[in-house]
């Protein structure tokens, strides 16, 4: 008899709480077999329950959705660490003791970022020799996707942090991606070792130890990788520290939404424009999906002893569902063990440099 | 009588040359007044010349154009300083000693951007006061442009050269687009003050006091600005160390250039989609414009006592022909004594923190 997993969701949590993870919770029901709990005011929270549950004709499966009360919720402006630890019943830390505490499940919450990192590591730890978690986010390739870590966990970082970021990357990417080898890239302005910052040669060093020592699969160490490659396909985690990852991943984000209404206004000057993509909408539609990160889910925190997702703060009711089926996958995997073997492998030949770090050198976040 | 500017091209320079910078100077004819200069193998140059000067029936202009011989070149794997410093005979070398000595003319060259720099400095020599010289790079905003300055050049900065970076970079906004304030923003991963990294918030902290003092015009510092944020319109120059200039631009880069091989798979897949692309391609082509860098010319090489310019290494005849357009301009200008006012004034406020940097601490390239 197998266990079935459960998701424990932060239903206060983004900017279009409650509603959206309850859409969400009641559409991942087609898609997984987990027990979802929803974690907020029940007083918002059910009477919406019941409308998505009719709308979507599932009255009958939401016995699997249950509500966990509590009317306190961190908000988008809060001190990230000062909330996560003083707010104790606010429905992300509630939920998340409950994952901790959950061997066969996960977390997910589209709320503050840095309340999340800070609450993972409170309450489901670090796993073992894991210097600080990041945050890894999914990006597309041609014809697949790439992962980017850290994405903005940490402003400021070690090359022994960037070295376990690649490591967790990695492990990540080949449980979501059977058959592959994870392969890591090093972000930087060129490919020579004599490129990029002291922080960047010294996590190359150290990956390039690592490899030598046979502890990563055969080609799975590209060394460094250029901004432009990264969408190709070649690499499969990019590895930077978190304030490079959140200026990369904020400039593409804004770039393409600046695209799109670049394009929204040329195609209303142009009455023969507006009639081709009635025909080219399919494709186009496509081609969002492809780069769309509402497709492929929450961005896992990698590095705590347990599962936590985080979903982008603007999230609809489709990027919820896909987030929780996400997280139910992981929920029930064994990914936890691999992470924290090959952190336990690869400690000999990872040494905190304290005086080698971006920024002051004092690592602070 | 107005004297009419000359742009020296380093006709060696770039993946497609010296094809590419003839045709582009061909092209320029009609797109300026100036003298442009071809430095390079004239066995190579004057029969490309004579061919294009008679596809573009433009025989009789082609006295507009001299060539400057010289067979030695640099190559975009040699080492930039070395090759600067050593091949004295180099067609960029030679070049920007042409142009150094020339107070109404620009350089410009789709060669090696490291060897460019430091020829730059050497021969043009910094703008008194500056520490150095950045590189600026355009893109594009819904509506209009920004810059990003540094593009590449300086890996690892302290906060006195960004500070500088912001200051340079804003004059030539102005410059470039009349009747603008050149609004400058410090690219950081939050709006927040307490945001950043050390190097941004001291960045921030010194255009504070020079703002303050009323150096700048009014409302023309913003503080932090978010990656997604620099393409919505409200800043028009954006600063930042050269190492995450580089790695945004290029992952912009690789993006746009994934985005189309995305779309060419899924339009092939698709009938419908290509024949109502066909109709679409107006205003696709304007989209594509807006965005392309061959359409705002080279990047300028900001803080050296002249006007230098870079082109892309993969410049089409297009790009280049726009590249001495923009340059022509710059030629003819009052730019430099504007940028040297701005850093004379703004010196008391600026000071070198040996400390704080990206990186080691020593600011090295």
Same mark, same amino acid.
Do not use: W
């Given at each position: 008899?197998?266990?079935? *997993?459960?998701?424990?969701?932060? @239903? ?5 709480? *409650?509603?959206?993870? =309850? ?5 991942? !029901? ?11 005011? &029940?007083?918002?929270? !059910? ?41 104790? &019943? ?12 959950? *061997? ?7 709320? $503050?970022? /840095?309340?999340?990192?800070?609450? /993972? ?34 402003? &400021? ?13 990695? &492990? ?38 690592? $490899?030598?020592? /046979?502890? !990563? ?7 460094? =990788?250029?901004?432009?490659? =990264?969408?190709? /396909?070649?690499?499969? %985690? =990019? ?6 990852? $959140? ?23 142009? !009455? ?18 492809? %780069? ?34 996400? @997280? ?26 304290? $005086? ?10």
């Amino acid at each position: 008899m197998s266990i079935v *997993p459960t998701v424990y969701v932060d @239903a206060m949590g983004g900017d279009n709480a *409650p509603e959206v993870n =309850v859409e969400g919770a009641v559409a991942a !029901l087609s898609e997984t077999a987990a027990r979802i709990v929803l974690v907020g005011d &029940q007083d918002q929270i !059910l009477p919406i329950l019941k409308i998505e549950g009719k709308k979507a004709k599932k009255e009958k499966e939401l016995d699997r959705i249950c509500v966990e009360h509590t009317s306190e919720y961190i908000r988008m402006d809060d001190h990230p660490l000062t909330a996560a630890r003083n707010k104790k &019943q606010a429905s992300l830390n509630v939920a998340m003791k409950m994952a901790a505490a959950d *061997p066969n499940s996960a977390f997910l919450s589209a709320g $503050n970022s /840095g309340a999340i990192l800070a609450s /993972g590591v409170m309450h489901m730890k670090r796993i073992p020799g894991v210097e600080r978690p990041a945050i890894a986010a999914t990006l597309p390739t041609i014809r697949s996707f790439f992962l980017l870590v850290d994405a903005g966990a940490n402003t &400021q970082c070690r090359a022994s942090q960037l070295a376990q970021f690649a490591l967790l990357g990695s &492990q990540y990417y080949q449980f979501t991606y059977e058959g592959t080898k994870g392969k890591i890239g090093v972000l930087s302005n060129g490919e020579e070792d004599s490129k990029g910052t002291e922080l960047t040669r010294e996590t190359v060093e150290i990956l390039n130890r690592i $490899n030598s020592a /046979g502890l !990563l699969k055969k080609g799975a160490f590209v060394g460094n =990788v250029e901004g432009k490659e =990264v969408f190709q /396909g070649g690499v499969d %985690v =990019v590895v930077c520290d978190g304030f490079t990852g $959140n200026i990369l991943l904020k400039g593409l984000e804004g770039l393409a939404s600046a695209v799109v209404d670049i394009m929204k206004l040329e195609i209303k000057k142009d !009455l023969f424009a507006s009639f081709g993509m009635l025909f080219a909408m399919g494709a186009v539609k496509r081609v969002k999906d492809r %780069v769309d990160y509402a497709e492929v889910g929450g961005a896992p925190l990698l590095g705590v002893n347990g599962h936590a997702f985080i979903a982008h703060g603007g999230s609809t009711g489709k990027a919820i569902k896909s987030a929780i089926r996400v @997280a139910a996958k992981a929920a029930k995997s064994d990914l936890p063990k691999a992470l924290f073997s090959i952190i336990e492998e690869t400690k000999p030949y990872i040494t905190p440099q304290a $005086n080698r770090a971006s920024g002051d050198g004092k690592g602070k976040q």
